[in-house]
Structure formats: structure tokens, C-alpha cells
Nanobody
Framework: VQLQASGGGLVQAGGSLRLSCAASGLTFSMDWFRQAPGKEREFVAG????????LYADSVKGRFTISRDNAKNTVYLQMNNLKPEDTAVYYCAARRSAAVSTSATDMDYWGKGTQVTVSS
């Protein structure tokens, strides 16, 4: 399974971006993680196969929304009210399990990251 993330860019604080992650094969639960310079990779959001179960990091709750279109094998991350502290490389990841996980070590596949930069 290959994952291709896209949609990153430069945006002013308060703005919005939508990230996409296209999967080449069948996936189950999918997550977004991010890594800022000098920091460890951290969980952002996750969604199960049906889309009926989602998890969010406290730092993005109420601002970010994860969704998926299984017909297109694509997961999205809608990011609103972006803050400078959201600046990071964002990675999508997939897991061969129906259950959502917040742990990077549980992921089976990773895509290359897409840079998100939020200016103040």
C-alpha cells in the first residue's frame, strides 16, 4: 500500500487548508501525524474504516476534521483556524486494523509528508 499526501502550503493564522491522502490499496484505519522541527512526531487525528469513529489530539479538537471517501481510497484533514503552532510536516499513515490508534508504532504504512506553514 502506498500513501500520497498533498494539500500543504503556506497560510496565515486563522486560515484553512485541506490535506488529502490517497491510498493505492485497501486500508482500514487511517491517521494523520505531524512533526515540527526539533520535536517528536505526534498524533493529530484518526478515523476507522467506516468513518464512524474518529479521534483527535486535544490541541486540534474543534478546529480539525478528519473524513474519508472509501470509493476514492482517500482520507482528508480539514484544518480551520490554523495557528502558528500547527506548523509542521504532516504525514498520513494507515493501519491494517479496524480500530483507530493514536500510536505511531501501530501504523503499518506511511506516506511522505506535506509541509504546512502557518504565519502569524
Amino acid at each position: 500500500v502506498q500513501l500520497q499526501a498533498s494539500g500543504g502550503g503556506l497560510v496565515q493564522a486563522g486560515g484553512s487548508l485541506r490535506l488529502s491522502c490517497a491510498a493505492s490499496g485497501l486500508t482500514f484505519s487511517m491517521d494523520w501525524f505531524r512533526q515540527a522541527p526539533g520535536k517528536e512526531r505526534e498524533f493529530v487525528a484518526g478515523i476507522n474504516w467506516s468513518g464512524g469513529s474518529t479521534l483527535y489530539a486535544d490541541s486540534v479538537k474543534g478546529r480539525f476534521t478528519i473524513s474519508r471517501d472509501n470509493a476514492k481510497n482517500t482520507v482528508y484533514l480539514q484544518m480551520n483556524n490554523l495557528k502558528p503552532e500547527d506548523t509542521a510536516v504532516y504525514y498520513c499513515a494507515a493501519r491494517r486494523s479496524a480500530a483507530v490508534s493514536t500510536s505511531a508504532t501501530d501504523m503499518d504504512y506511511w506516506g511522505k509528508g506535506t509541509q504546512v506553514t502557518v504565519s502569524s
